[in-house]
């Protein structure tokens, strides 16, 4: 699969200068969900973008970030992940993590721990009626 660049600020939309990135002068690479709320230090969950906007987003997802500007912010931010999503700059895992707010990340992991309760309760159940089949044999 082709590597593909875009040298454009995923927060902001606004282009930049690849060389320019490359010396690390205004630029930051963030963490789309802070580490603070996911320990995830993968290239899933980072993007290049202006240091300026990285400071504005201070301890926010990137989409609570966006949503605090405005409407129209965030439908030119949603419209940005997705283009690129098609166009294969970013993956599935990032372009999730582009478009989830906190909240909607807390519900996430209390899903995922529920699903995980619910599979450990049926393999509890099942182990018990195993036994229990097994001790009438004898």
């Known amino acids: 699969k082709d590597a593909h660049v875009e040298n454009t600020c995923i927060y902001c939309g606004k282009s930049f200068n690849l060389s320019e990135a490359l010396t690390g002068d205004n630029f930051d690479i963030d963490h789309i969900v802070p580490k603070s709320l996911l320990f995830d230090d993968s290239q899933t ?23 605090k500007k405005g409407e129209l912010e965030l439908t030119d931010f949603i419209n940005r992940v997705d283009d690129w999503f098609k166009r294969g700059i970013i993956s599935y895992s990032k372009m999730q993590r582009l478009k989830i707010s906190y909240e909607g990340y807390l519900e996430r992991k209390k899903q995922k721990k529920e699903n995980k309760s619910a599979r450990k309760s049926s393999a509890e159940k099942c182990w018990t009626c195993l036994r229990g089949a097994e001790k009438s044999r004898f």
């Open 45 to 67: 969950n980072k993007v290049l973008v202006h240091r300026s906007c990285n400071a504005q987003k201070t301890n926010q997802t990137a989409f609570d970030f966006i949503a």
